[in-house]
């Protein structure tokens, strides 16, 4: 079993030996995948548990959409993130038509060759730009993708050659629902620990009997389903919202408690007010719920379906999620920060910065020159557009949700800046109108390596940075395309250290090289 193996991995600093497997006990149940889904695991920590090799090459690349479709130089489509085994296959979630069809491919983590490919018949929700479809394993060895009518399909076996008739789940159709095409997953999925699977669905046009038009959904590992729409109001008049498209769901540390955000509209550009919902993640019973509001004007902040922004579970299980603010001013929006039961104390402040992006979870010692309390830092995109309000000086931040600063662009009070770091391409775009602007950055969820006190970090400059968070520099860089202006992917590191980011329809898969 892959569970008892030793590994040997190289890497571009070290040589480690690691055990990858729960059954001694070294690492729980639940990390066995080298990857897992969208930000690594069901709490979006993005943190890897494995060193990142060098950024020396490129080893191998992929397409991850066979029929881009660009608006003039720009890139407006959601890549789902790739999952990795433990054994290092790198399952990639593909593109195959104009506007719609998905396969996943599964390939060897250490060339890049084919091992299998299998189809979907799933179809994505009404959007503005194009949805993110992200698979997700679990840690009992499955993988489970979107199929059409609202289903799941699953198979095992996925590190051995060779596509297998899937498995089909259906979440509503055990209440004596008839399938419906109608029904639509659209967030990427999250598996808990036991191998329970979470997402949001939306329903288009007349929903089967039992289903509303939106809420969030639970398969168990046994085919189970479990639905339960999100609403506001009074009991004689309520009101059903819709989860974000694009939010995947997160688990508490302990497993016992699932967190979605919901608006009030289905518009395609800023979906409107909303709310983050708390939810028993068994019974999917609503536990508690949060209006999310603008830090500075007390009005309902804006969600975005446009967006990837999903919840960060911190270890002391605090959870943040960014939004966009209103009246809207230049898209940065706010990382809004609540504690377990989704209640603001004072001391609760929000990061200056909360559109498209996912936090990142940063060890405080991966950071020496942090001389705060806190035991976590956040690592978000720090971009500040110009165009739209902001100077174009786009950075990457490390910071304190636990202390605070004035915010020099609105004078709010917001998370300290522990360390910033500006972009490195200038911008031509804006020569004449922000001198200094550069490039974005790439990214909805960065990876961190807290073995080699590092982010990796993609640009829309084509380029791949290591921000060293010990000296504050890119130590590191590598260019994967001439650039391109994008919808915002993940980054994340392999089974064998390989760090993987997604440039302009590719996969690329980055190590030390030959």
Request: charged share 15%; proline share 6%; hydrophobic share 40%.
């Amino acid at each position: 079993m892959i569970a008892h193996t030793l590994i040997l991995l190289r890497t571009g600093r070290a040589t480690l030996l690691l055990l990858t497997a729960a059954a001694f006990g070294l690492v729980p149940r639940s990390h066995a995948q080298a990857w897992q889904g969208y930000a690594r695991n069901a709490q979006h920590t993005a943190q890897s548990g494995i060193q990142s090799q060098s950024l020396g090459a490129i080893v191998w690349q992929t397409p991850v959409d066979l029929q881009p479709q660009y608006q003039g130089n720009d890139l407006f489509i959601h890549y789902g993130s790739p999952v990795i085994t433990s054994a290092n296959t790198v399952i990639v979630p593909v593109k195959t038509g104009v506007n719609d069809g998905f396969e996943i491919q599964a390939r060897s983590g250490l060339d890049g060759s084919l091992l299998w490919t299998q189809g979907t018949d799933y179809t994505l929700p009404p959007s503005g730009w194009t949805p993110s479809y992200s698979p997700t394993l679990t840690p009992q060895g499955r993988i489970y993708w979107a199929a059409g009518g609202g289903t799941l399909n699953y198979r095992s076996g996925l590190d051995a050659p060779g596509s297998v008739i899937p498995n089909q789940v259906n979440f509503y159709r055990s209440r004596k629902s008839k399938f419906s095409l109608n029904v639509q997953i659209s967030t990427p999925l999250t598996s808990d620990a036991n191998g329970n699977i979470y997402f949001g669905y939306v329903v288009n046009g007349t929903p089967p009997k039992g289903l509303q038009s939106s809420g969030l959904a639970r398969v168990d590992a046994s085919g189970r389903g479990t639905f339960t729409a999100l609403q506001t109001g009074t009991k004689k008049k309520k009101t059903i919202l819709q989860v974000v498209l694009n939010c995947a769901p997160a688990l508490s540390n302990d497993g016992a408690t699932v967190y979605v955000a919901a608006h009030g509209t289905s518009m395609i550009r800023n979906g409107g007010a909303g709310y983050l919902f708390a939810l028993d993640s068994s019974s999917l019973r609503v536990k508690n719920m949060a209006a999310l509001l603008d830090p500075i004007s007390g009005m309902p902040a804006q969600l975005s379906d446009d967006g990837t922004a999903s919840p960060t579970v911190g270890p002391d299980g605090r959870v943040f999620f960014g939004v966009l603010e209103n009246p809207f001013a230049t898209d940065k929006g706010w990382l809004l920060q609540f504690n377990a039961d989704l209640m603001q104390s004072p001391g609760m402040i929000p990061g200056a910065f909360g559109w498209d992006d996912t936090a990142s979870i940063v060890s405080a010692t991966s950071v020496p020159s942090y001389q705060g309390s806190s035991s976590y830092l956040l690592m978000t995109k720090y971009n500040n557009y110009a165009g739209i309000g902001g100077d174009g000086l786009n950075r990457i931040a490390i910071l304190d949700p636990s202390d605070s600063q004035v915010d020099a662009r609105t004078g709010a009070t917001v998370m300290k800046e522990v360390i910033t770091i500006l972009g490195q391409t200038p911008d031509a775009e804006f020569d004449n109108t922000n001198p200094g602007a550069v490039r974005e950055w790439c990214i909805n969820s960065a990876v961190v390596d807290p073995l080699s006190h590092s982010v990796l970090a993609n640009s829309e400059d084509g380029k791949l940075y290591r921000w060293d968070l010990v000296t504050n520099s890119f130590t590191e860089v590598i260019t994967l395309t001439p650039g391109i202006g994008e919808a915002y992917t993940p980054t994340i590191i392999g089974a064998d250290g390989k760090v993987y980011a997604i440039n302009n329809a590719t996969l690329f898969a980055i190590g030390a090289g030959p």
